[in-house]
């Protein structure tokens, strides 16, 4: 008992204990807003149990690569410092999550234009991966896109990527400060941002545009049947038609629109590696 009680007390052990406790906080730090964020990682209604043995079983893989970069001795023992890294941490999670999830907002934004134009809106279901109910496009396509991400290893690439972050941008550094060179990095991040945001939105409006078109063909074709013969009422007779063309349209321009998906996540997870060093990190 008497050995055990003066192993615990060795100062080296006692050290060695807070470096590692310490480091795999600030792991979880970043991995936490990925896993709560990102639609693949099984999205908000996925229960808190499975996302943090998630967060547990990627931070035990990601750990020993850090640790053995000496990430632990080079810790802070200011608490003070240790909740600017934690809360650095957060930031920095959030961000790569943000990013990662774009190509999927763009999805979900081709899918409600698709619907709201085809008069679709109101028949909606409960999505898996959040906890809302959205239209049935948004929901089908949204669905597939997961599956054709899974299907062609994009989260083996996101993974790699991630682990990558925590090499160019290490748990133990700092950002820089807010001004000079530190306040033109924050800004160039923040305007990649704000740029990706806008050309997601569009790429979900260009995905939608075809059966927006053709939505508008049909509406064109109905006010001339409602022209020449008014008896007829076209309200009616056009909700099951724009239902079906939109239908038709969005399968046979399936292929083209996963493309364009596909496209566009991996341009999203390759800039997981600017992010970083971006950030402050190295290159």
Excluded at 181 to 186: D, Q
Excluded at 226 to 249: D, H, R
């Amino acid at each position: 008992m008497s050995e055990l009680s003066g192993f615990l007390q060795n100062t080296a052990l006692q050290t060695m204990a807070f470096e590692a406790v310490a480091l795999a906080a600030l792991i979880a730090a970043r991995l936490i807003p990925i896993v709560q964020m990102v639609p693949y990682f099984g999205g908000k209604a996925t229960p808190q149990t499975v996302k943090l043995a998630l967060t547990i079983t990627l931070g035990a893989l990601i750990f020993p690569t850090v640790w053995m970069q000496g990430a632990g001795a080079e810790l802070p023992e200011s608490s003070a410092l240790l909740t600017v890294l934690l809360l650095k941490e957060v930031l920095v999670g959030f961000t790569l999550a943000f990013v990662a999830s774009l190509s999927f907002e763009a999805i979900k934004v081709a899918g409600q234009l698709i619907d709201n134009n085809a008069g679709l809106t109101q028949a909606t279901s409960l999505v898996p991966q959040l906890p809302e109910r959205v239209s049935p496009s948004t929901n089908f396509l949204l669905q597939l896109s997961i599956v054709t991400f899974f299907t062609l290893g994009g989260h083996r690439v996101f993974l790699w990527g991630l682990a990558k972050s925590f090499e160019r941008l290490p748990p133990q550094a700092l950002l820089p400060a807010p001004v000079g060179e530190g306040a033109a990095m924050f800004a160039e991040t923040a305007d990649l941002i704000l740029r990706l945001s806008v050309e997601a939105i569009a790429l979900g409006v260009l995905m939608a545009f075809p059966v927006i078109a053709a939505i508008l063909l049909v509406n064109v074709f109905l006010a001339l049947v409602n022209k020449s013969a008014p008896q007829i009422n076209v309200f009616f007779l056009g909700m099951p038609l724009k239902a079906a063309i939109a239908v038709a349209v969005m399968l046979l321009g399936l292929d083209v629109l996963l493309d364009l998906f596909m496209d566009r996540a991996l341009d999203d997870i390759a800039l997981l590696h600017a992010l970083p060093t971006m950030m402050g990190g190295d290159p």
